[in-house]
């Protein structure tokens, strides 16, 4: 098993470094049983996004927009209120604790606490089905920890599987959307002046699918480009 650390100034510069070292340093894996049975390139991967909160959240090559994200955070993280969805990474954090609500109200009391954790994954995420005839997919974003340092809220993340072109550029900016309206709670509740911190992920499988390959040769290639001018000007 292969493995990456990557040191990113913001999303978009995350976002592109980890394309860039899976596809030149990346293994290939063959995916026996999932979502998508294919191959892929992957590496097990560590990011620190050092400046998330600085904008645009999204490299303008992204295959999303902020609409999209502004949903994703709105919807998926924060309220997890989605029709036809089995489960949302909100919904798991609301129900059948509200995890959101207690994670204020701990740091509104005491802001060197740390055992604030987010817990989205559940033990039954095991198996297969949960429901006959139905497969079960089990969430991709397992746990998003806290903690507080230097007046800042600081987030580390584990993906168990993490598509690293369509999925990521969403999940960070997402994620950096929900630390924000959480530490805007904390604020309003205590009284405080926190800010944003970094994010921090793990994933053991970040991966590229072969469908995409030619879309992430194409933004990873040798050559001068607008992003590699705007990531020089931010080292």
């Known amino acids: 098993m292969k493995y990456a650390v990557i040191k990113a100034f913001d999303c978009p510069d995350a976002w592109y470094k980890v394309l860039n070292e899976i596809w030149y340093n990346g293994e290939v894996f063959n995916v026996g049983y999932g979502s ?38 709105l919807k998926y993280l924060w309220s997890g209120e989605i029709e036809e969805e089995t489960y949302t990474y909100g919904s798991r954090m609301r129900d059948p604790v509200d995890q959101v609500e207690e994670a204020i109200k701990r740091y509104a009391d005491e802001i060197q606490d740390r055992q604030v954790t987010f817990v989205i994954r559940l033990p039954e995420d095991i198996k297969k089905q949960l429901t006959k005839n139905r497969k079960h997919e089990p969430p991709c974003l397992s746990i998003m920890d806290t903690e507080i340092s230097d007046n800042k809220l600081h987030l580390t993340c584990y993906f168990r599987s993490w598509d690293a072109y369509a999925g990521l550029p969403a999940n960070i900016a997402g994620i950096q959307m929900f630390n924000e309206a959480l530490v805007s709670e904390i604020n309003r509740t205590a009284n405080m002046n926190l800010q944003t911190g ?21 933004k990873v290639k040798p050559g001068e480009d607008k992003r590699r001018k705007m990531l020089s000007s931010k080292q």
């Open 198 to 218: 970094k994010l921090i992920f793990h994933s053991k499988n970040c991966h590229i699918y072969e469908r995409l390959y030619h879309l992430v040769e194409e």
């Open 36 to 73: 998508e049975i294919t191959e892929t390139k992957k590496l097990n991967v560590s990011i620190e996004i050092t400046n998330p909160a600085n904008r645009p959240l999204l490299d303008f090559m992204a295959p999303c927009d902020m609409d999209y994200v502004n949903w994703y955070a």
